[in-house]
C-alpha cells in the first residue's frame, strides 16, 4: 500500500470513496460507473472491489453489478448510535432553550431514523422512540432533510413511498410537496404542522456540514409551538444546528 504526503493510506481513501460513491448512486453500480465517476483506472477498482467483496463490505449482483453489502450495516446502526450520544447535550440545550422536545434524525434510504431526544420538563410533550423509522413526507425532519435532495431525486423516492396520509393535513401530493421544499428552502427551516399527529407542531433545520444528513427538531403541543414562537425557536435552532456541527467536525477530524 502507498501512502500519500498527507500521510495516510491511499488504498484505504480509494477504497472509501468508492463506498461513498456507490451511496451516492443509490447503492449499486457497476465498474464503468464508479471508474467514471472517481477517475481511477478500471483494473484499481476491479482491485479495490475484490477487497471489499472479500471483507463483506459490497455483493456482486447476478447481473454483475456491485452493491453495498450487509456488513455495513453493523457499522452504520453503531455510527449511528455515537452520532446520537453526541448530539444529546445539544438537544438538552435546545430543550432549555424553548422548553419543548428535541430530536436528531438522520435520511436513512427512503425513511428517516431518529438516533436522539431529549424530552421536555413539561408534563404535556411529545415523545418519538429512538430508532423509529417513519416517512419523511410528513415530519419536519423529512422535509428539513429532503429540502437538499435534487427534485428528480425527491420524486423517485415518493413514488418508493406513496404519500399515505398520516392526518387529514398530510401533505400528499407530490408537487404540492416540492412546492413546500421549494418554500423550506427559502425560509431554511421546515414546519410539520399536524401533518404527523393532530395537536403537534415541530419545527425543523439541517445540521450543517454534518458526516451524513441529519436535522434536528423541536417539537410540542401546537398551542405552545405557534406561529408568534417560531420567530424565537427557530433562531436557537440554527444556533445549536451550529454548534453541533462544529462539535462533529472536532470529533471527526
Not at 447503492?27 to 472517481?38: C, H, I, K, T
Not at 410539520?192 to 419545527?203: A, K, P, S, T
Request: aromatic content about 4%.
Amino acid at each position: 500500500m502507498s501512502a500519500d504526503r498527507a500521510g495516510g493510506v491511499q488504498s484505504l481513501e480509494r477504497a472509501f470513496d468508492l463506498l461513498e460513491r456507490m451511496a451516492d448512486a443509490g447503492g449499486e453500480v457497476g465498474l464503468s460507473e464508479l471508474s467514471a465517476s472517481s477517475g481511477l483506472p478500471l483494473p484499481t477498482i476491479h482491485r479495490l472491489m475484490r477487497t471489499l467483496l472479500d471483507c463483506g463490505y459490497v455483493r456482486q449482483q447476478p447481473n454483475r453489478r456491485y452493491a453495498l453489502g450487509p456488513r455495513l450495516i453493523r457499522l452504520g446502526e453503531s455510527a449511528a448510535r455515537l452520532l446520537g450520544t453526541w448530539a444529546r447535550p445539544y438537544l438538552a440545550e435546545l430543550v432549555e432553550a424553548t422548553g419543548e422536545t428535541a430530536n436528531m434524525a438522520l435520511l436513512d434510504g427512503d425513511e428517516v431514523v431518529y438516533v436522539a431526544q431529549v424530552p421536555s420538563r413539561h408534563s404535556m410533550r411529545m415523545f418519538t422512540e429512538v430508532g423509529r423509522r417513519v416517512l419523511p413526507h410528513s415530519t419536519g425532519v423529512g422535509k428539513a432533510l429532503l429540502a437538499h435532495v435534487p427534485p428528480e431525486e425527491v420524486r423517485a423516492l415518493l413514488g418508493r413511498t406513496g404519500m399515505p396520509a398520516a392526518t387529514e393535513k398530510t401533505i400528499t401530493d407530490p408537487d404540492a410537496f416540492l412546492a413546500e421544499l421549494e418554500r423550506i428552502r427559502g425560509l431554511g427551516y421546515s414546519v410539520d404542522d399536524n401533518e404527523q399527529e393532530i395537536g403537534v407542531r415541530c419545527l425543523a433545520v439541517t445540521v450543517p456540514d454534518s458526516p451524513t444528513a441529519a436535522a434536528i427538531s423541536i417539537s410540542g403541543p401546537a398551542g405552545r409551538v405557534t406561529e408568534a414562537a417560531v420567530d424565537k425557536m427557530v433562531p436557537i435552532l440554527h444556533e445549536v444546528a451550529r454548534e453541533l456541527s462544529r462539535a462533529l467536525a472536532t470529533t471527526t477530524a
